[in-house]
């Protein structure tokens, strides 16, 4: 099996091309040597190394650089999504994965599944959530096979120089190491989800050895906790700092249910909170 994926060489790429590599030949792209905002380079890239299947990780990712600049997300992740699909059309790919996220639902208090309605609250929500409308679209159109991931907070360690970006485990390990303290959104009550990313990895794995008719959407979540018990427990592992508030600042919930996952591809989340934290904590330590 040729397998094709592209944003190899990022956080969750590299991961997905160790994962895949024992069920099949990877090859792996990044914006060096396949720019998806260029139909004719996917094309080029594509006609050389023609897959049975492309597992689409390129991405512009982040709630605040996506409004501040909304055009660059729009064109690689939907744009730069509908070139893939288009490359495939045209040379008879017939299976599609495509990486979207929880963030197409906005936010809510209520645990959201897959059928729940897309209300994304910033660029970076609706450029998945358009890339998402560009798969459903060839695959009805196209008879393509696709599988469509709608993961919350990806997170694990990242190995230097890569820097972490949006990765609020994180980042509140650095505010305990250099202010001694977490200040928190609100009362700290707002839940968010923490999957890590080898867990995010197996999911795809087992997607491509189902080989699903269609096209399957499914949520991937775990570890659901308030913001306040997580910097709780962050604390609490680094043994010093406080957690603090702030209610003039806002903040919301995305909480989801991923029973169609554990069901349909017969996937467990592995990691807990706590060996998040932990793992994180090390690599940050050697920094």
Known sequence: MEIHITGARGFLGSCVVRTLSD???????DLDTMDVTDPSSVMNCFRKYRPDVVVHLAALKGNLSSRE????????????????????RSLGVKRFIFMSSLTVHGKTDVPVDEASPIRPLHPYGASKAAGEAFVHAYTNSYGMQSVIFRPNFVVGPILPPQPYLDNLVYDFIDEVEKK??????????FQREWI?????AAA???????????CETFILAANRVSMMDLANRIVGRMGRGCVKTNPAVSGFSLISICDKAMQKLNWQPRKSIDNIIDEILDEYRTR
């Open 23 to 29: 069920i099949g030949r990877v090859q792996p792209t």
């Open 180 to 189: 001694n303290s977490i200040e928190l959104a609100g009362n700290g009550d």
């Open 69 to 88: 600049r909304p055009v660059d997300f729009f064109k690689v992740n939907s744009i730069g999504t509908l070139n893939l699909l288009e490359a495939c």
């Open 204 to 214: 795809i794995k087992l997607a491509v050895l189902a080989n699903l008719r269609g």
């Open 196 to 200: 890590h990313v080898e867990d995010v």
